[in-house]
């Protein structure tokens, strides 16, 4: 799987949004962008909110690059307060078959300062 992931990241698929702290990496998030749709794989925090963190950057990374939706794969409490809410299946179908090929094609994010987020 995590050479799958680091060829996917290659070829500009999969992305993730990291917190670190000292030079520790205490929590993120990583998935799949295809089209203008993120799909969420994984959330992960070894810092209390760290991910939460991650969350809020990448719906705002996303949102700068007219990204349609997220798709969180599951409802969970920790991302109902966040803002996540279920979405129909049929709805879920039609937003995937009206965004996922009209978005940008796959490349890198660009590394930058805002996307490297310190932790305090």
Do not use: N
Request: proline share 6%; with cysteine; aromatic share 10%.
């Amino acid at each position: 799987m995590q050479a799958a992931y680091l060829r996917m990241h290659e070829l500009g698929y999969a992305h993730s949004v990291e917190c670190w702290r000292e030079g520790r990496l205490v929590g993120g998030l990583y998935g799949m962008a295809i089209g203008s749709v993120f799909f969420g794989e994984s959330m992960f925090a070894f810092e209390t909110d760290a991910s939460k963190v991650a969350l809020a950057h990448l719906d705002r990374l996303l949102a700068e690059r007219s990204y349609a939706i997220i798709d969180c794969q599951m409802t969970t409490p920790h991302l109902q307060s966040m803002g996540a809410r279920e979405m129909p299946r049929e709805r879920f179908v039609e937003t995937l078959a009206r965004w996922v090929p009209d978005g940008p094609p796959p490349r890198k994010w660009e590394a930058d300062s805002a996307q490297h987020l310190s932790w305090p």
